[in-house]
């Protein structure tokens, strides 16, 4: 696939970690996810990152396609998932269901983010796609 330079991916998406860490900060766990879902979108949206919500894409299987059956959280400046979670933990169908959108999507990039975590850190992960040149994260 074509992606963009990866620095700046990595850049746009240390951004996103920045601005969730402040989102779960301010707003503290408890919250249903919908919440978080708007403050994330906002806060992003004044830092000047593109944001589109809730998009819908469809899946191929063995030439069978199947329209609009899946729906990513946010997309970020066009090549970043974000999807949001607001449980105690992670589960690892999280991990799984963000692989299946990089595939279906064809971006390189996906951040897991679980503001129900009691530590943003504990709530935070990073999945990359298969043949994405990745640089360090730093």
């Known amino acids: 696939a074509d992606y963009p330079d990866p620095s700046e991916i990595e850049t746009h998406g240390r951004r996103v970690k920045q601005i969730a860490y402040h989102v779960s900060g301010r707003g503290g766990p408890g919250y249903k996810e919908a919440v978080y879902h708007f403050l994330l979108a906002e806060a992003l949206r004044r830092a000047g990152a593109d944001v589109l919500v809730k998009v819908r894409f469809s899946v191929e299987f063995d030439s069978i396609k199947l329209a609009n059956v899946g729906e990513v959280d946010l997309i970020v400046n066009g090549h970043l998932i974000v999807e949001l979670k607001a449980t105690e933990t992670f589960h690892p169908v999280h991990r799984l269901q963000v692989l299946s959108y990089l595939k279906a999507t064809r971006l390189p ?30």
Do not use: C, H, T, W
């Open 109 to 138: 990039l996906g951040l897991l983010v679980n503001f129900g975590a009691p530590r943003m850190k504990d709530g935070y992960n990073r999945i990359v796609q298969s043949g994405y040149q990745q640089v360090s994260e730093g």
